[in-house]
């Protein structure tokens, strides 16, 4: 006998009991999105691998190890998004989105090769927002603000706001001069990958999750002491923004991308739910990417929310959405019940938009389907046997008191529409 074919590790299925949590979560997902004006946008999941080499960069552990890269018939390298925000630069670039402002948002599955654990997947979803050609601080505050939003929304608590400024590029190079100094004046106390990232990527070093880093980190150049004015002014009237709208915050001065088109705003939400995983949120300012696709320069900032991570974390904190429950479920016993009841089934749909009912499917006693609807939680079972067929009637039992009365059919929607 063949070997059952399972599924590859860290490509998770998603079973109906859990599908319902995630409908109502990206549902009031989209639902904030677009109530602040920005508009859906899909992509390819697969892009031409140079697309990621040169905007995540080649000396990234992305790059390097967790790409699913392939070449196709033809010879050309492709890969499996390892994240949103350079296939959305790629396809506003090349559909001329960049010449107005854009608000955009996108929602999918990321692939990355990791060794999977809790909270991080080799399959893995997101949304995304992206925002293009909007220069001051103001926009930076909305994305902070409607993130905020969302949390409110899906009544989410345990999160904490971090925020940081990368200053402009010329700062962030001076900057960087002073931590190489101050990192290889203290190169005995620096862990395998700090030592790696030394000279190719000293920012990293910062974010490292090592405890044994974690003095030598703290002691570090502050980045924030180096801004540039325009850098300081952004972020002090971002600061101003929140403080009036009642967000609060901490400024972590140790928040970094590693990457150098990112400039100015990084921001963080983060909780101690979920161990190591601790980022459910994460976002900053990338003025540098389109130049660095090869595009005419234009201002970006953008988010991505991890959402295999907001439910667990909606999980952790006991506020997983309620999931309605089926309206009604639909017995028929004997034929001409069986044949009834796809009609009157369909007629009550038609005139209840939004109704949830199952009609059984498959026979069976009495006693058998009811224990269908049983299991099924709806909340009421409609009972259609030989005498509601002669009756024109249907027997309808609430589920929750047991009572049960007789209603025409012809009343039935306006019944169950009380």
């Known amino acids: 006998m063949a070997d059952t074919i399972r599924s ?28 602040y004006g920005y508009q859906e946008i899909r992509f390819p999941i697969v892009e031409k691998t140079e697309l990621f080499k040169r905007s995540i960069g080649e000396v990234t552990d992305i790059v390097e190890k967790e790409m699913y890269t392939f070449e196709d018939r033809n010879g050309d390298s492709l890969t499996l998004r390892p994240e949103g925000t350079a296939g959305c630069v790629r396809a506003a670039m090349e559909n001329g989105l960049l010449n107005q402002t854009q608000r955009l948002w996108y929602m999918g599955p990321m692939f990355r090769h990791e060794r999977p654990q809790k909270g991080r997947y080799r399959q893995f979803h997101q949304v995304g927002v992206e925002a293009y050609g909007f220069d001051g601080p103001d926009i930076d505050a909305e994305m902070i603000l409607m993130t905020a939003r969302l949390w409110k929304q899906l009544g989410l608590i345990g999160v904490t706001l971090q925020l940081n400024s990368l200053g402009s590029t010329e700062a962030r190079l001076a900057y960087r001069d002073e931590l190489v100094k101050y990192f290889e004046a203290n190169q005995e106390q620096l862990d395998e990958d700090s030592q790696r990232r030394l000279h190719s990527n000293p920012l990293r070093i910062l974010d490292s999750k090592n405890p044994d880093m974690q003095a030598l980190n703290e002691a570090a150049p502050k980045l924030i002491d180096h801004l540039d004015d325009e850098s ?24 970094v991308r590693g990457l150098d088109y990112y400039g100015k705003t990084v921001f963080e939400w983060v909780t101690d739910q979920l161990g190591s995983q601790g980022t459910v949120c994460a976002g900053g300012r990338y003025d540098g990417l389109v130049a660095q696709l090869g595009g005419k320069g234009a201002t970006a900032i953008g988010f991505a929310i991890g959402i295999e991570r907001l439910i667990a974390l909606l999980e952790a904190t006991s506020a997983l959405p309620e999931i309605p429950q089926m309206d009604a479920y639909l017995v028929a016993v004997g034929e001409a019940a069986a044949d009834k009841a796809p009609i009157l089934a369909e007629s009550l ?43 024109e009637t249907v027997g309808v039992k609430t589920m929750a008191t047991g009572e049960q009365e007789t209603v025409n059919w012809c009343d039935l929607a306006a019944y169950l529409s009380q």
């Open 232 to 255: 300081r002014a952004d972020f002090e009237a971002l600061c101003r923004t929140l403080d009036n709208a009642g967000i609060e915050y901490e400024i972590n001065p140790r928040l």
């Open 8 to 35: 590859i590790r860290g490509m998770n299925d998603l079973l109906p009991d859990v599908t319902p949590y995630w409908q109502a979560v990206e549902a009031t997902l989209k639902s904030v999105l677009n109530g």
């Open 349 to 391: 749909r038609d005139q209840l938009p939004g109704f949830k009912l199952i009609s059984h499917c498959g026979g069976g006693s009495f006693k058998s389907q009811f224990k269908r609807a049983d299991r099924s939680g709806a909340r009421w079972t409609l009972i259609l046997g030989e005498e509601e067929i002669n009756n």
